[in-house]
């Protein structure tokens, strides 16, 4: 697990707020209630005064609900889409020790969203507890080069002692094989070549498949020296349209740098960001979404 827990940072939901700490120590107490071999994921960890009873770890495909309506709300006119996502799976179902300290449903899926969105992620699916149903939240979150998607289940509770159910799934980030001859050809051909650069939710830091994505860009631009580009961002329509556009600005932006670093002049260059104010599919799928989420080069 090593690998992974470089790549995310520990989360821990309580009943109170949501706070980012890095390398949280289960007590000895809780752990020795755990199933054996079983533990939290890097990601998420438990309620409080919760142990783990149930708990698998393999690649596999878990069903995830999505509603088209903003903040994954199920309002008149909300369409709910079906996704089986495959990658690596955690499933954990936690049982309350306690049973005069429980939280309730919405408390626990609030405190899960919040957590998600805390690291920029998003709530593409919320079904709140009603009667003897505990509800039901999908999150999304991209972050360590993986698009986590994650799926928060209560149980029935009227039961004495509660418990809740994690799924857990990561997946390798949308790639693109991009070679400098390919984008040569379609800014010839098209006058734009459409770049798609994972940046972890929220960030415009380039990460090492967009580095490569740059020397492509570098090799492209030294082989036509008479060649000036735009660089330009756009996002999805989650979130602030301004946020929106700063981010797409800024990894515009780190493009430009990275491009300029590699030995092209900055006159040849230019950065602007566009926001979600461009959309080339549906926002209203996660696919839409990923397309909307764009690097383009445009020449000028």
């Known amino acids: 697990m090593k690998h992974i827990q470089n790549l995310f940072q520990r989360i821990v939901v309580n009943t109170l707020s949501v706070a ?34 149930e708990y698998q770890k393999a690649f596999n495909a878990v069903e995830f609900k999505v509603s088209s309506a903003k903040d994954g709300k199920l309002g008149a006119g909300a369409k709910i889409e079906k996704k089986m996502i495959e990658g690596d799976a955690t499933i954990i179902h936690y049982f309350h020790n306690i049973a005069d300290k429980q939280p309730s449903a919405l408390q626990l899926l609030r405190n899960y969203q919040n957590a998600i969105k805390s ?35 209560p149980g029935i509770f009227s039961a004495p002692t509660q418990s809740y159910k994690v799924w857990i799934v990561e997946v390798a980030a949308m790639q693109q094989v991009v070679s400098a001859n390919k984008l040569l050809d379609e800014l010839n051909k098209n006058g734009f070549a459409t770049l798609y650069i994972n940046f972890d939710t929220g ?24 060649l000036n580009i735009s660089i330009e961002g756009h996002t999805d329509n989650v979130g602030q349209p301004q946020a929106n556009k700063l981010l797409s600005e800024n990894r515009a932006k780190s493009v430009m740098s990275a491009v300029n670093a590699g030995g092209i002049d900055a006159k040849r260059l230019s950065a602007s960001g566009f926001g979600q104010e461009r959309p080339i599919a549906d926002n209203r799928s996660e696919d839409g979404r990923a397309k909307n989420r764009r690097v383009e080069l445009v020449k000028k």
């Open 203 to 226: 960030k415009h830091d380039l990460k090492s498949d967009g580095q490569a994505t740059v020397k492509e860009i570098v090799t492209m631009l030294k082989s036509a020296p008479a």
């Open 119 to 153: 690291i920029g992620g998003e709530v593409v699916y919320d079904r709140v507890p009603r009667d003897n149903d505990g509800g039901e939240t999908t999150l999304r979150v991209t972050t360590g080069g993986k698009d986590v998607w994650v799926r928060v289940e």
């Open 20 to 53: 980012v700490l890095i390398g949280i120590v289960i007590p000895s107490a809780l752990a020795d209630a755990d199933l054996p071999k079983s533990k939290d994921h890097p990601l998420l960890t438990r309620f409080p005064d919760s142990r783990i009873t």
